[in-house]
């Protein structure tokens, strides 16, 4: 049984290995290079920087398709458009000019792979996490994704969390659900589109907290004694129990137990207009909970949650199971103490 079973799985993976690689020559041009289109972003004065990126590219067998300046962006976001090129290449030039975080902003909103060189002051100060000993050590400025294994033991711990949390608040949903059909008329449960994972849109549920009527002028954010709350929906924003829904969001994998907050794609307009870097967070399921949630808080404008996008960006930069039963336990605490808006 297990030779069968070894037999049977070489082969299948075989298999799959063949096609993989067969695709890939399939890419190769007659200098024996990949054609991935990568395409360079730096001074395109300085010969001696660009064949370094050359060599690079010749040991990994991919292709650099141009090499352009900063100047440039015009020409770059059309590429990456098009999809002529499949990833961009910064170089440290590049890097150390005055107009680079603008031009990375650009980059951000394209969902493209930004690879950079690290310098010495970066590798001193241990902010590359690189666990490839036989490639050149280039960081994905873009990439922020956990290991797979974390990834799974995460997710387990979601699933584990939402069911144990939707049977112990069960009871609570029940009288609050009483209490919102007896204070005003309408459904107990609000569903609202948001965009979560990979920009998917999704309907996020809540307990009902507002009038029937409170956005019919359009979005609108919930300010600090926001008349169109109901008594019960403010006294459920206080402990944040409107959200206990959100676990079943939790279960079905749309979000997570900590993660950035969703929002509507109204506010995500918004928001990208002051900070491109904001689609960075749609590489992770949105959370019941968030770094920024307990930093911050709620945002009543725009300018809100783009201070506190900062808290969302540090908390990708550092993801770790660890990093979240902390954020879990100061939630818990901001709930005790009746600190929701």
């Given at each position: 049984?297990?030779?069968?079973?070894?037999?049977?799985?070489?082969?299948s993976?075989?298999?799959?290995?063949?096609?993989?690689?067969?695709?890939?020559l399939?890419?190769?041009?007659?200098d024996?290079?990949?054609?991935?289109g990568?395409?360079v972003i730096?001074?395109?004065?300085?010969?001696?920087?660009?064949?370094?990126?050359?060599?690079?590219?010749?040991?990994?067998?991919?292709?650099?398709?141009?090499?352009?300046?900063?100047?440039e962006?015009?020409?770059?976001?059309?590429?990456?458009?098009?999809?002529?090129?499949?990833?961009v290449?910064?170089?440290?030039?590049?890097?150390?000019?005055?107009?680079?975080?603008?031009s990375?902003?650009?980059?951000?909103s394209l969902?493209?792979?930004i690879?950079?060189?690290?310098?010495?002051?970066?590798?001193?100060?241990?902010?590359?996490?690189?666990?490839?000993?036989i490639?050149?050590?280039l960081?994905?400025?873009?990439?922020?994704?956990?290991?797979?294994?974390?990834?799974?033991?995460?997710?387990?711990?979601?699933?584990?969390?939402?069911?144990?949390?939707?049977?112990?608040?069960?009871?609570?949903?029940?009288?609050?659900?009483?209490?919102?059909?007896?204070?005003?008329?309408?459904?107990?449960?609000?569903?609202?589109?948001?965009?979560?994972?990979?920009?998917?849109?999704?309907?996020?549920?809540?307990?009902r907290?507002?009038?029937?009527?409170?956005?019919?002028?359009?979005?609108?954010?919930?300010?600090?004694?926001?008349?169109?709350?109901?008594?019960?929906?403010?006294?459920?924003?206080?402990?944040?129990?409107?959200?206990?829904?959100?676990?079943?969001?939790?279960?079905?994998?749309?979000?997570?137990?900590?993660?950035?907050r969703?929002?509507?794609?109204?506010?995500?307009?918004?928001?990208?207009?002051?900070?491109?870097?904001?689609?960075?967070?749609?590489?992770v399921?949105?959370?019941?909970?968030?770094?920024?949630?307990?930093?911050?808080?709620?945002?009543?404008?725009?300018?809100?949650?783009?201070?506190?996008?900062?808290?969302?960006?540090?908390?990708?930069?550092?993801?770790?199971?660890?990093?979240?039963?902390?954020?879990?336990?100061?939630?818990?605490?901001?709930?005790?103490?009746?600190?929701g808006?």
């Amino acid at each position: 049984m297990i030779l069968l079973f070894s037999g049977i799985l070489f082969v299948s993976v075989f298999i799959g290995r063949v096609c993989l690689t067969t695709c890939l020559l399939k890419r190769r041009g007659k200098d024996g290079a990949y054609r991935c289109g990568v395409l360079v972003i730096g001074n395109t004065n300085t010969p001696e920087e660009n064949s370094g990126y050359s060599s690079i590219a010749l040991r990994h067998g991919i292709y650099i398709r141009r090499v352009v300046s900063l100047g440039e962006m015009n020409d770059v976001v059309r590429m990456v458009s098009q999809g002529e090129v499949d990833c961009v290449m910064m170089s440290n030039t590049a890097m150390n000019s005055q107009g680079i975080l603008s031009s990375l902003n650009r980059l951000y909103s394209l969902d493209v792979s930004i690879f950079v060189s690290p310098d010495d002051r970066a590798l001193i100060m241990g902010l590359v996490r690189y666990d490839n000993v036989i490639a050149e050590p280039l960081v994905d400025l873009a990439c922020l994704e956990l290991p797979d294994k974390v990834v799974a033991l995460k997710r387990f711990m979601d699933i584990i969390a939402s069911f144990i949390g939707l049977v112990i608040c069960l009871p609570v949903m029940a009288v609050l659900s009483c209490a919102i059909k007896i204070q005003s008329s309408g459904p107990v449960i609000y569903s609202q589109e948001r965009i979560g994972f990979r920009k998917r849109p999704f309907m996020l549920f809540k307990l009902r907290s507002m009038r029937m009527d409170a956005e019919s002028a359009g979005p609108s954010l919930t300010v600090t004694n926001d008349e169109r709350v109901t008594p019960v929906g403010r006294f459920m924003r206080k402990y944040r129990l409107d959200e206990i829904p959100n676990l079943w969001n939790v279960m079905k994998g749309e979000m997570s137990i900590v993660g950035p907050r969703p929002e509507r794609q109204y506010y995500i307009d918004q928001i990208i207009k002051q900070a491109p870097h904001y689609t960075l967070i749609h590489q992770v399921r949105p959370g019941l909970t968030s770094w920024g949630m307990v930093k911050y808080g709620y945002a009543c404008d725009v300018s809100g949650m783009v201070e506190r996008l900062k808290y969302d960006i540090l908390y990708l930069r550092n993801m770790s199971l660890s990093l979240d039963l902390r954020i879990i336990y100061h939630t818990l605490f901001t709930v005790i103490r009746g600190e929701g808006k």
